[in-house]
């Protein structure tokens, strides 16, 4: 796909894989909204992207306040008309075990992770209709396949997300609208940073760089495909344990199961 000109609406764009796909994206012509909660990082990226000459929005807004998603939309509809390439990004995760999160901890997980996505979808989706072109990509992960020990919550954010964009793929078929979900395994990202994963080991040695991740998100910008996991082999994992889930989820259980860090209780 030329991506030249193309307007491309990114949340979670500060840090991590929504920084490294601005840039990707940028890189081949496109023009760039950068969305985040924190305006002096997402300037930083901006800047960044100058050299490219690209025309860059900066958005302060929090994506789990449908309020500040609705009048994000409002200025960037007004500036744009329409955003050709929307990425559903913004995440994040609280590691511990479900007796020990609170309800807030497991709240803001879904309110960012999912609904983040939802409002997004909701305020954008009718520009590209009206165009009838356009395309979805939501970044969930491998725990919108795998429950696990630790990340419950996250993981039900990311189902979540998953189950959505399925349903929703349905709905647009014909539409010319496009949907996909990029799923990736563990990114070397500011993502561990968040203070309750210090008991956790930081990275695995198979993690991804977000470089890897950009790359395939930019190919779901332009892709048929409801999923792409990232590494693709990791496709035969989920396949084994939709098929023999008495057999991989005691496995899976086990290889998964750490001390979860000590969160407070409500
Ligand atoms: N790292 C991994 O191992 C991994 C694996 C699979 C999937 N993922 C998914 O990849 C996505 C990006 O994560 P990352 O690894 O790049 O982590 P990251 O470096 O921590 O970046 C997260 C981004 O989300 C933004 N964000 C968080 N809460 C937000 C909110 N309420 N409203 C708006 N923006 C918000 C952050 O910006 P501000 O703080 O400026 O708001 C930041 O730009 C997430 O959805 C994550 O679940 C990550």
Not at 50 to 71: A, G, M, P, W
Not at 138 to 156: D, K, M, Q, R, T
Not at 236 to 249: D, E, G, H, L, S
Request: glycine content about 6%; overall charge positive; aromatic content about 10%.
């Amino acid at each position: 796909m030329d991506f030249k000109n193309k307007v491309v609406l990114i949340t979670g764009a500060s840090s991590g894989i929504g920084r490294e796909s601005a840039t990707a994206f940028a890189k081949l012509g496109a023009d760039i909204i950068l969305v985040s909660r924190t305006k002096e990082k997402l300037e930083q990226v901006a800047d960044e992207l100058k050299k490219f000459n690209v025309t860059t929005l900066v958005c302060q807004c929090d994506v789990s306040k449908k309020d500040q998603v609705k009048e994000m939309s409002r200025i960037v509809l007004e500036k744009f008309n329409s955003v050709d390439i929307l990425v559903n990004n913004a995440g994040f995760a609280i590691y511990g075990s479900v007796s020990d999160l609170s309800i807030d901890d497991i709240e803001s997980q879904m309110e960012t992770n999912y609904f983040g996505m939802v409002y997004c979808t909701k305020y954008f989706l009718p520009s590209m209709l009206d165009k009838k072109s356009g395309h979805i990509v939501n970044v969930a992960s491998v725990a919108a396949s795998f429950g696990l020990p630790g990340i419950a919550p996250y993981c039900a954010s990311k189902f979540a997300m998953l189950g959505f964009s399925e349903g929703l793929k349905h709905e647009l078929k014909n539409s010319g609208v496009g949907i996909t979900v990029v799923s990736p395994i563990m990114v070397r990202t500011n993502f561990f940073e968040h203070p309750s994963f210090e008991k956790m080991p930081k990275f695995s040695p198979t993690s991804l760089s977000s470089k890897t991740v950009a790359k395939a998100i930019l190919r779901a910008a332009n892709s048929q495909r409801l999923e792409i996991i990232v590494p693709s082999l990791v496709r035969a994992a989920v396949w084994m344990k939709n098929t023999f889930p008495y057999f991989i989820n005691p496995i899976l259980g086990m290889a998964f199961k750490k001390q979860p860090g000590s969160a407070k209780k409500d």
